[in-house]
């Protein structure tokens, strides 16, 4: 007990001190001086409301602390009393009422809580008492809200405002309000919501304080609207706010410090919305541990918390752990005879793990399950959560091939989103589709069509474009797949080519797409000062999402002595981002109202790729899906659309077996320095399988490509990491290649120089910037030779993470044909040995130094190092020289380094290992690394590797290309790569040269 808190005799003063230490948070306190007061009231004779209150005041500290049967035990003597002493229908009664349903609300025990709600809430009308009927239509709506019946809720909160506005009490508005704005938001009315909102928390600070728990419960609600409405930023702000007030007024022993995991759990719902699932299950695992270490790991609170952790892991595709996580929450939610929505969603979580394995008796279970979910939903008027059983239940019975239970959900989930949201929305063209999907299942493709072009149509009606389209890969890949079943002759094709044409762009973007994309809009900005404006505004953006990165990350661990701080830094420096962004936008949108347009990559039409082409060029794009394989050859003259023979799993097998043909075991560091001739004579190309390749990939476009004089290659899931240039493209003699049979391969790039485009999207992208942006005035700064050996020297070194790294960055290979390689294209451009760093020069604070807007192209000849190479690097990062080992210039350069500088290059060389390699992110595509980094500082083109690069084939291949550079028309950097590559292959003096390990490592990214 709490010094000073003695018991006494007298029963008043004992009460109003149990209520004073509860209001205080001191509940073992209130607890013992509840008893007390118990104890003095049973003295009396008879017995009379003393002791009703004396065990109400027990059963308030007994719910917090989670001692549930004793606090019901309390209540239920308490309306005894009452009943006995006042009768049925008195007030008292209606009070103790109310208690045992909040009890049971908190419970999850809905049916008995609105049993005793009602009950309560007859007795207040009744008695004419306004400010408690208030309060009980505030709980019945609360009530209502958690059955999922938004309209009973709002019936019954609006009551309860109306009745407050009316005896004048403001102080309880804010309450109120609060609840009508979760109900707001769940009838998808979130203007009105988020106004409804920002009022209550006025409220609440006006008469409560900017830092209670009141307010803090303000924020969270607003956050909660905010993230539904994609202004993530604004919800992580007030999320920041309403935890930053709990962790301030609620200590890790106070029985309330649940409510902190609650809040940790609504930012891990934000994270995991966004994609970013790693974060989110490290913020639910933290709650889980919360939870576990307040109520127990039995506890409906723990159930609950694993619940929340188990759709995580289903979420980032980990049936097995969100299975394992599951089951046992499940169990015990039925233990405690827990309903409504804890345990639904519990269910539906089941179903769609059962649902996303193959196998029947699984599958069976699913659907038992959710048709007795559909049916429960159903009888308790639940339509949201029943369209979503609806499209679990179709979905399995897709896969049972059951076509009525199938068709029928379906159905019925389009109508009752077209009745509940009209047209168009987002969700009714989400119903079309999968009821397009359906009929394509059961081989109608016609009504499929209908469904589809439905679904897309809505979609575009509600966008205005069809670049942020929601649908997945296998979706495109099927609505494609129908275009083509259902086409006909005449102008109906070629709506349905073109329609094939935009759908395919929704699923193959990649980061450095949308990389010069941004590029793009900075250049349409204009002038130099608008540019600026719109790369601050981009680099705030990026700034921004690093910092909630690792809010997330600190958050999510446990706390320690250094947590509170780490995170208050980290508020504050979000808070300065945040507020800088906003100011950008607000110029933004006064300078250049077009911004967000121009920085979104474009849908393009057939058309207009055909207008963008130069004569002589064809591009080609491929969409590789579940059910089909399909590319479009387009040139100025003609759109040619054509379904290959081949699927994606087939190219990712022929390209990992030819991948094995052209990869050079180099150092583990991926050293550059590695020398090919011995290593070329055990690499064993497949000439055969390339061939294969290119007529199952190419083949349909032969007569386009006699017609061309150049190919524009947009690549595709597995052909990502396949340069087109070792495609075959006439039949190879049988039997093993030496290195005299390479050099008379035909090989496609002998006919055709290729330029790899990041996304069709790009084209525009490319045209823009390389017409458009300023030119830079010097030729040329090459940049390499690192000197490795500084990374000995360790003393910078904080911990042994970071000493493993420099002690095998400090293994590399010297490259001693870096600095003449550099040297040689220097000359060749007009520029001299002052524009090459090499040696103790090559570091990175060099680099940053440097005017680098000032050169039109830049080379790092260095080793490149993709994530994972070396420890603690988690993204692609150039070698530089080290001031010292560890230091804050530690000699990586980074890509998100790479991002940060401004370039005006007309061409960046990476000179370097595997640099076409992703970022390293799980589920990351093909040029989302370095190549991404290069566009998004300003660079019209990057030339990248696809694997570890012989020293002397990196020389021979950059310096010849750009001796080749000034004899092409217009320096024609694809042509010149052309040249270079066949000088190399046929050079008599390195007969190891023609294998295609040593000339084809390198690609042109960009035009």
């Known amino acids: 007990m709490t010094s000073g808190t003695k018991p006494s005799e007298n029963w008043e003063a004992t009460i109003d001190e149990a209520d004073a230490q509860y209001e205080a948070g001191h509940y073992d306190d209130a607890l013992q001086l509840a008893r007390e007061a118990e104890r003095i009231a049973r003295t009396q004779q008879p017995l009379d409301e003393r002791l009703a209150l004396s065990l109400l005041s027990k059963a308030r500290p007994l719910k917090v602390l989670r001692r549930t049967d004793e606090a019901l035990a309390a209540l239920q003597e308490a309306l005894d009393v009452c009943i006995a002493v006042h009768g049925e229908a008195a007030s008292a009664t209606g009070i103790v009422l109310n208690a045992i349903s909040d009890l049971h609300f908190t419970e999850s025990r809905f049916a008995l809580a609105a049993q005793y709600l009602e009950g309560a809430t007859n007795i207040a009308r009744k008695s004419g008492d306004q400010a408690h009927l208030a309060t009980l239509l505030g709980n019945q709506a609360w009530l209502q809200i958690n059955l999922y019946d938004y309209k009973k809720a709002r019936t019954a909160v609006e009551g309860a405002i109306e009745l407050l506005q009316q005896l004048g009490n403001e102080r309880d508005l804010a309450h109120q309000y609060r609840t009508l704005g979760v109900v707001l938001a769940a009838t998808r009315e979130p203007a009105e919501a988020e106004r409804v909102l920002l009022g209550a928390l006025a409220l609440d600070e006006r008469y409560f304080g900017e830092a209670t728990l009141a307010t803090a419960a303000g924020h969270c609600q607003l956050a909660g609207i905010l993230s539904s409405t994609g202004r993530v930023e604004k919800a992580l702000e007030h999320y920041d706010d309403c935890l930053r007030i709990r962790e301030a007024v609620v200590s890790a022993r106070d029985p309330r410090f649940g409510i902190i995991a609650e809040t940790i759990e609504n930012v891990a719902g934000l994270y995991s919305a966004r994609g970013d699932h790693a974060s989110a299950i490290s913020l639910y695992q933290r709650a889980l541990r919360i939870r576990r270490q307040m109520f127990g790991p039995e506890s409906i609170d723990a159930a609950r918390a694993s619940v929340l952790l188990a759709s995580a892991y289903y979420e980032a595709n980990d049936a097995k752990r969100a299975l394992f996580t599951l089951a046992p929450a499940s169990a015990i939610l039925r233990q405690h005879d827990v309903s409504g929505r804890v345990l639904q969603d519990a269910q539906m979580l089941t179903v769609k793990i059962l649902l996303a394995t193959n196998d029947p008796e699984y599958l069976a279970k699913a659907k038992a399950l959710a048709e007795q979910l559909a049916a429960q939903q159903s009888a308790a008027g639940l339509p949201p959560a029943r369209i979503q059983t609806l499209q679990f239940l179709g979905a399995i019975c897709l896969k049972l091939n059951d076509r009525r239970c199938a068709l029928s959900a379906f159905n019925t989930m389009l109508e009752s989103h077209r009745a509940t949201f009209g047209e168009p929305h987002q969700r009714v063209a989400n119903a079309h589709i999968s009821l397009g999907a359906a009929w394509y299942w059961f081989n109608d493709f016609k009504r499929a069509r209908e469904q589809f072009d439905a679904g897309f149509d809505q979609w575009r009606r509600i966008s205005g474009t069809a670049a942020d389209s929601p649908f997945s890969i296998e979706t495109t890949n099927t609505y494609i797949d129908t275009l083509w079943r259902t086409q006909t002759e005449g102008a109906e094709r070629s709506t349905a080519q073109a329609a094939s044409f935009r759908a395919a762009q929704l699923s193959a973007r990649s980061e450095a797409a949308r990389a010069l994309a941004q590029l793009s809009a900075r250049v349409a900005a204009g002038s130099d000062q608008l540019s600026e404006l719109v790369r601050t505004s981009q680099d705030l953006d990026a700034a921004r999402s690093h910092l909630e990165s690792q809010y997330a990350n600190v958050l999510a661990a446990s706390a320690d002595v250094d947590r509170a701080q780490k995170l208050e830094n980290l508020r504050a420096q979000v808070n300065k981002v945040r507020s800088a962004r906003e100011s950008a936008t607000r110029r933004l949108a006064r300078s250049l109202p077009a911004y967000r347009a121009l920085a979104q990559p474009e849908v393009l039409e057939p058309r207009q790729v ?131 049979d390479y050099r008379e391969t035909a090989w496609l790039i002998r006919d055709h120089p290729v330029t790899i485009l990041p996304s069709i999207s790009s084209l525009a992208s490319l045209q823009k910037v390389s017409g458009e942006q300023p030119g830079a005035s010097k030729p040329f700064l090459g940049v390499g030779d690192p000197l490795v050996e500084r990374f000995v020297d360790t003393r910078g070194c904080a911990d042994s993470p970071q000493r493993s790294q420099a002690l095998a960055l400090a293994e590399l290979h010297p490259l001693g044909n870096t600095r003449p390689e550099l040297l040689e294209i220097s000359r060749t451009l007009g520029g001299g040995p002052r524009n090459v760093l090499f040696g103790a020069r090559a570091t990175e604070s060099s680099v940053r130094a440097a005017n680098l807007k000032a050169f039109r192209v830049l080379s790092f000849a260095t080793h490149g190092l993709v994530p994972g190479e070396v420890p603690e690097l988690d993204e692609p990062a150039l070698v530089l020289t080290p001031d010292r080992a560890c230091s804050p210039q530690s000699g990586l350069l980074t890509a998100s380094e790479v991002s940060q500088l401004q370039l005006r290059a007309q061409w960046v060389i990476l000179s370097a290992c595997n640099t076409a390699s992703s970022d390293g992110k799980p589920s990351s595509r093909g040029l989302s690394g370095l190549a991404r980094a290069f566009f998004y500082a300003g660079a019209q083109a990057v030339l990248v590797s696809h694997w570890s690069v012989a020293d002397s084939a990196a020389m021979a291949l950059t310096t010849t290309t750009f001796a080749e550079l000034g004899s092409t028309p217009e320096g024609d950097k694809a042509k010149a790569l052309q040249h270079a590559m066949l000088r190399v292959m046929n050079d008599p003096r390195r007969p190891e040269a023609a294998h295609p390990a040593y000339w084809a490592p390198f690609v042109l990214v960009g035009r």
């Open 610 to 740: 055909q207008r963008l082409l130069a004569p002589g060029e064809l591009l080609v794009a491929f969409n590789f899906g579940p059910h089909a394989t399909f590319a479009w050859g387009i040139s100025r003259e003609q759109v040619v659309w054509k379904k290959l023979a081949v699927s994606r799993k087939q190219v990712a097998e022929t390209v990992t077996a030819l991948r094995r043909g052209l990869d050079v075991n180099a150092s583990p560091a991926g050293a550059r320095g590695v020398t090919l001739k011995s290593a070329a004579q055990g690499l064993r190309f497949d000439r055969t399988l390339a061939h294969d390749l290119y007529r199952q990939l190419l083949g349909p476009f032969e007569q386009s490509l006699a017609r061309a004089n150049r190919l524009l290659f947009v690549p595709d899931g597995p052909l990502e990491s396949l340069p087109p240039s070792v495609l075959v493209t006439e039949p190879p003699p049988s039997g093993p290649a030496n290195f005299r």
